[in-house]
C-alpha cells in the first residue's frame, strides 16, 4: 500500500450499490443514486475528476428462480430487467459515468483474480457448511440472529437448513486486522454512529463466510475449482474494482481506487466487515470511506414487494418533474436515518420550497427588471447586504456536502433564497420608479439567484440551468468551478433577462 501509488486527492470514485435485477427500479433504489448523482455533481463542481458507478447484481439462485419462473434463461432474464434501471437512471437525470452488470467480461475476469489472490494468500478453504439459510437473503444465520421460531430477521419467513462443501473465506483470522486499519482511519464511516455500528460487528467476532455454491450455475466459477460457483459477496462487492479496470487494466486501477461507497444500513456487514477484509487479504487497500443511508419507509415500512408498497419513482416524476422529486428525495431526509416517504410530504415541499421559494423569486425578479429596468439585468453592488448570506450559505452547503448531508445543503442554499426573497420584501422594488435605487436592489437580486443557480444544480440540473439563462447567463452551469463561481459580484450585468412560464406552477 505504497501511498505514492494512490489515485491524487482531486479525483472522485463514487459507487452505490449495485442493485439486484429480480425487481424493477422503486424508490429505495431511486434514492441512493438521486443521493450519489447530486455529490458526483458538487464534486465535479469543486473540479475534481469524478468517477459515479453503479450498475446491476445479476447473478445467485433468486435470479435462476425467477428466470425458472418466467421460462427464459438467467442471461435473457437480466438482459430484459437491466435496461430498466438504465432507463430509469436516464430519466431521473442520472450523471453516472459508468453502469457495471455482473455478467459482463470485465467484471468475471476481475472477480477470479480477486478470488485467486485470496486463495493463494491462504485465505480461502475448503469446509463443511451446514446451517440455517434464508433463500431471499442467500445469506446463512446464526441461532441467535433469527427471529422467534427461525424467521429471517429481514424477510420474517422460515430458514431452511442446508448442508454442503464450500470454499471459505476466513473472515475470523482479520479481526486485529480490520480494527488496526479502522483504527488508523478514523471517520471512514459516515455517519459517525453507523461507524460505530460496524466496529460493534468486528469488535463481536467475525465468522468465516462461504464463497461458493455447488448447487447452482448461475454464476462465476471459481479459478481453482470450476465445479464451484462464487457466492454473493466475491461476485458483487468486486464490481467496485472491476468496473475500473481491476483484473483487466491493472494501471487504470491503480489510478482510481480507492472508492467511497454509498450504501444502506442493512448491509454494513458486507461492506464494512467482509469487504474491507477480502481487499486486506488480496493485498489490496481498503474503500477510502462509507457513507451510510437509512431506508427510505413507505408508510413506516421497508419498500418490498411482499408488503405491496413498492413506489414506482417515474410515476412519481409525472406529478412534481423530474427536479421536484429529486430535490424531494434530497431535502427531505437526514443522510443516514431513516426517512419516511408521503405523497402529501412530497407534495407540501414541491410547493413551499420550490413553487414559493424559488419560483416565487425568480418570478419576482424577472418581472420587475422587465417592468421597470428595461429588461436588462442590473450589476449588484459590491457592498450588498445579501453577499454575507451568499457567502454564509456557500461556506455551509460546502460543509454538508463534505459530511453527506445533502439536506443541509440544500437548507443553507434555500436560506440565501429566503433571504433574497426577505431583501425584496423590504425593499418593494415592484413599487419604485425607474432609476440607480432600484437597480441596485435588482442586481444584487439577480447575483443572488446567479449563486443559488450553482449552489442548487447538484440538486436540480435541469432548473438551475434555466435561473441561470433566464437571468442572461450563457454556458452552462456546469461548467462552473468553486469556489470562484460563488464569489459576489459574478453577475456582470446589461444581459437580458427573460420571464418565461413558471418554474414550479403550484401543485393543489
Ligand atoms: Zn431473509
Known amino acids: 500500500m505504497d501511498p505514492s501509488r494512490s489515485p491524487s486527492p482531486s479525483r472522485y470514485y463514487l459507487t452505490t450499490p449495485i442493485y439486484y435485477v429480480n425487481a424493477r427500479p422503486h424508490l429505495g433504489h431511486a434514492y441512493t443514486t438521486i443521493i450519489g448523482d447530486a455529490l458526483a455533481r458538487w464534486h465535479r463542481l469543486l473540479g475534481e475528476e469524478v468517477r459515479y458507478l453503479t450498475g446491476t447484481d445479476e447473478h445467485g439462485l433468486k435470479i435462476q428462480q425467477a428466470a425458472d419462473a418466467a421460462g427464459t434463461t438467467p442471461q435473457e432474464f437480466t438482459d430484459r430487467i437491466a435496461p430498466l434501471f438504465q432507463d430509469a437512471w436516464r430519466r431521473l437525470d442520472i450523471s453516472n459515468d459508468d453502469f457495471i452488470r455482473t455478467t459482463e467480461p470485465r467484471h468475471r475476469l476481475g472477480v477470479q483474480q480477486l478470488l485467486q489472490r485470496c486463495y493463494d494468500a491462504g485465505d480461502i478453504e475448503l469446509d463443511l457448511y451446514a446451517g440455517k439459510y434464508c433463500v431471499a437473503c442467500e445469506e446463512y444465520y446464526g441461532d441467535d440472529e433469527l427471529l422467534e421460531g427461525d424467521l429471517c430477521p429481514i424477510h420474517k419467513r422460515p430458514v431452511e437448513y442446508f448442508e454442503e462443501e464450500n470454499w471459505f473465506f476466513r473472515l475470523s483470522r482479520f479481526q486485529d486486522r480490520l480494527l488496526e486499519w479502522y483504527a488508523a482511519h478514523p471517520g471512514a464511516i459516515v455517519p459517525e454512529f453507523r461507524g460505530n455500528e460496524a466496529l460493534g460487528l468486528i469488535r463481536g467476532g467475525l465468522r468465516d463466510f462461504s464463497v461458493s455454491r455447488t448447487s447452482l450455475q448461475w454464476g462465476i466459477p471459481l479459478p481453482w475449482d470450476p465445479t464451484h460457483v462464487a457466492y454473493v459477496w466475491f461476485d458483487a462487492l468486486a464490481n467496485y474494482i472491476t468496473a475500473v479496470g481491476y483484473g483487466t487494466d491493472d494501471e487504470r486501477f491503480r489510478s482510481w481506487w480507492p472508492a467511497r461507497h454509498l450504501i444502506g444500513k442493512d448491509i454494513i456487514r458486507h461492506h464494512c466487515v467482509y469487504w474491507p477484509a477480502m481487499l486486506l487479504s488480496a493485498g489490496l487497500e481498503p474503500p477510502r470511506g462509507w457513507a451510510v443511508g437509512g431506508w427510505l419507509l413507505v408508510g413506516g415500512e421497508k419498500m418490498s ?25 434530497l431535502a427531505e431526509t437526514t443522510y443516514g436515518q431513516d426517512g419516511d416517504f408521503t405523497y402529501e410530504g412530497l407534495i407540501a415541499r414541491y410547493n413551499s420550497d420550490l413553487a414559493n421559494n424559488l419560483g416565487n423569486l ?6 420587475v427588471v422587465t417592468k421597470t429596468c428595461g429588461g436588462v439585468g442590473p450589476a449588484p453592488s459590491p457592498s450588498s447586504p445579501l453577499a454575507g448570506a451568499a457567502a454564509a450559505a456557500y461556506e455551509a452547503s460546502a460543509a454538508a456536502w463534505a459530511d453527506v448531508q445533502p439536506n443541509r445543503a440544500l437548507e443553507a442554499t434555500w436560506s440565501l433564497i429566503r433571504a433574497t426573497n426577505a431583501y425584496l420584501e423590504a425593499n418593494e422594488p415592484w413599487k419604485a420608479e425607474p432609476g440607480p435605487v432600484v437597480d441596485a436592489v435588482m442586481g444584487d437580486a439577480l447575483e443572488a439567484l446567479r449563486i443559488v443557480a450553482v449552489l442548487a444544480s447538484p440538486a436540480l440540473p435541469t432548473t438551475s440551468q434555466a435561473v441561470w439563462e433566464r437571468i442572461g447567463l450563457g454556458g452552462a452551469v456546469t461548467d462552473q468551478r468553486l469556489p470562484a463561481a460563488v464569489a459576489w459580484g459574478g453577475y456582470p450585468g446589461g444581459l437580458e433577462v427573460t420571464k418565461g412560464a413558471p418554474l414550479f406552477p403550484r401543485k393543489a
Not at 305 to 329: A, I, Q
Open 305 to 329: 414487494k411482499t408488503s405491496g408498497n413498492v413506489v414506482d419513482p417515474l410515476d412519481l416524476v409525472d406529478d412534481v418533474g423530474v427536479d421536484g422529486f429529486r430535490y424531494y428525495v
Open 362 to 367: 425568480l418570478s419576482r425578479v424577472a418581472t
